[in-house]
């Protein structure tokens, strides 16, 4: 007997962000071989922008999608779940972009603003449900 998920819509994203996540990483570790810089930045300002980069998904995701996590577990319809979790995506690739100068530095604070944003409405949504 298969018993009912609790969880269908945030492990889509949760799924979707860690493959990103590999990306970043991987771009990493491809410019550590390239430049044989095998720990830390070695004060080259393109592994700076790069570990950052990572480093800042690191610092932010986990809050964004545990909040997304109890909002699903709270019964957030799938609208509202789908909603953050395209903007969470869409705001750390493009925080991403604009950080690893990859893209226009506009990029980085509209990724920075999706990303507060998803966590600032879902705290928001969190707290009304259950007050």
């Given at each position: 007997m298969e018993l009912p998920s609790l969880l269908s819509i945030t492990p889509i994203?949760?799924?979707v962000l860690g493959l990103v996540f590999i990306v970043f990483t991987v771009r990493v570790g491809i410019y550590r071989v390239k430049t044989?810089?095998?720990i830390g930045?070695?004060?080259d300002p393109e592994m700076i922008r790069r570990?950052?980069?990572?480093?800042n998904f690191i610092?932010?995701?986990p809050m964004a999608l545990f909040l997304l996590i109890m909002m699903e577990i709270l019964g957030a319809s799938d609208t509202w779940?789908?909603?953050?979790g395209m903007v969470l995506v869409v705001a750390r690739i493009s925080h991403y972009i604009g950080l690893?100068?990859?893209?226009?530095?506009?990029f980085r604070a509209s990724g920075m603003?999706?990303?507060?944003?998803?966590?600032?409405v879902s705290s928001v949504w969190i707290l009304i449900d259950v007050i």
């Open positions: 994203y949760v799924a044989k810089i095998n930045t070695g004060d570990t950052r980069g990572q480093a610092e932010t995701v779940l789908h909603v953050l690893t100068e990859l893209g226009p530095i506009v603003l999706g990303t507060m944003g998803t966590i600032l």
